[in-house]
Nanobody
């Protein structure tokens, strides 16, 4: 079992920044890919970013590339998502997810544990 708890969401103006955190507990954290997904009202859940267990390999959706940075601290069992230059279309509930394997996947069925989500609202 893995427990994931996100934090750091909130209301921010367009162009602003937010830093999301995900605290993990349970199975050996450092052996699995970690990812961030988001779901806006009325839309499907979509991939945002993922990071390999070593932290060396990262993948981003084109919509956030250049504006977001995913990182992890295996010793602390934490994953982070730094988001800059936020846009109204970034508004969504953001979920942290733990991968089933070491593959840095972008598809949600490649992840088997999910946090409860944290709301990010970008609005003036």
């Amino acid at each position: 079992q893995v427990q994931l708890v996100e934090s750091g969401g909130g209301l921010v103006q367009p162009g602003g920044s937010l830093s999301l955190s995900c605290a993990a507990s349970g199975r050996t954290f450092g052996q699995y890919t970690m990812g961030w997904f988001r779901q806006a009202p009325g839309k499907e859940r979509e991939f945002v970013a993922a990071i390999s267990w070593t932290g060396v390999v990262t993948r981003y959706d084109d919509s956030v590339k250049g504006r977001c940075t995913i990182s992890r601290d295996n010793a602390k069992k934490m994953v982070y998502l730094q988001m800059n230059s936020l846009k109204p279309e970034d508004t969504a509930v953001y979920y942290c997810a733990s991968g089933k394997t070491m593959v840095v996947a972008t598809i949600d069925y490649s992840y088997d544990y999910w946090g409860q989500g944290t709301q990010v609202t970008v609005s003036s």
